[in-house]
T-cell receptor, first 115, second 115 residues
Framework: GAVVSQHPSWVICKSGTSVKIECRSLDFQATTMFWYRQFPKQSLMLMATSNEGSKATYEQGVEKDKFLINHASLTLSTLTVTSAHPEDSSFYIC???????????FGPGTRLLVL | AQTVTQSQPEMSVQEAETVTLSCTYDTSESDYYLFWYKQPPSRQMILVIRQEAYKQQNATENRFSVNFQKAAKSFSLKISDSQLGDAAMYFCAYRRVSGSEKLVFGKGTKLTVNP
């Protein structure tokens, strides 16, 4: 149990385009989802926390107009990187938890390369 | 603010031997959760073990066990009978019980298992 999927696993796009990444909890209802960014050989950096049906809470320094997060249902959250630029190239990981106090389970990540 | 420190950027162990990864944290909370996550080359984050701070008994999961020293704010991970598949980045993480559910990660320890 506690499986989280992400789609796509790999995306290459041109500078200036927008990219949408989906995060799904497959066998549980995720009241809270988290989006992380990870640079090579570094730890995970939390970008934002989203609760179903409400606006995401962004960490300090994360541009909310650039990284749009939608958590429309208890099993799906999306991260849209708007007007992507090469510096947005990174590994994006989502995680989900089913209820307060429950462990976060992670998706397999999405590698984004902006040319 | 809570912080998590992993003082060993890299560790190595011989197959079948035992290795201990260190983690210290700083918090003013009395109740919280601590986790060890494993990130193999696939970059999928995998939960290894979880400890509730109110529990005095150290958590164990098969070959993985922790030494939780609450007063010293120390949370080390012991891997017994190391296997080649244990090679990965290991991240220690902290989470509050109440309020924000976000995880605070250490910088990670890269574990190499030598055959």
């Amino acid at each position: 149990g506690a499986v989280v999927s992400q789609h796509p696993s790999w995306v290459i796009c041109k500078s200036g385009t927008s990219v949408k990444i989906e995060c799904r909890s497959l066998d549980f209802q995720a009241t809270t989802m988290f989006w992380y960014r990870q640079f090579p050989k570094q730890s995970l950096m939390l970008m934002a926390t989203s609760n179903e049906g409400s606006k995401a809470t962004y960490e300090q320094g994360v541009e909310k107009d650039k990284f749009l997060i939608n958590h429309a249902s208890l099993t799906l959250s999306t991260l849209t990187v708007t007007s992507a630029h090469p510096e947005d190239s990174s590994f994006y990981i989502c995680s989900a938890s089913g209820r307060v106090g429950e462990t976060q389970y992670f998706g397999p990540g999405t590698r984004l390369l902006v040319l | 603010a809570q912080t998590v420190t992993q003082s060993q950027p890299e560790m190595s162990v011989q197959e079948a031997e035992t290795v201990t990864l260190s983690c210290t944290y700083d918090t003013s909370e009395s109740d919280y959760y601590l986790f060890w996550y494993k990130q193999p080359p696939s970059r999928q984050m995998i939960l290894v073990i979880r400890q509730e701070a109110y529990k005095q008994q150290n958590a164990t999961e098969n070959r993985f066990s922790v030494n939780f020293q609450k007063a010293a704010k120390s949370f080390s991970l012991k891997i017994s009978d190391s296997q080649l598949g244990d090679a990965a980045m290991y991240f220690c993480a902290y989470r509050r019980v109440s309020g924000s559910e976000k995880l605070v990660f250490g910088k990670g320890t890269k574990l190499t298992v030598n055959p």
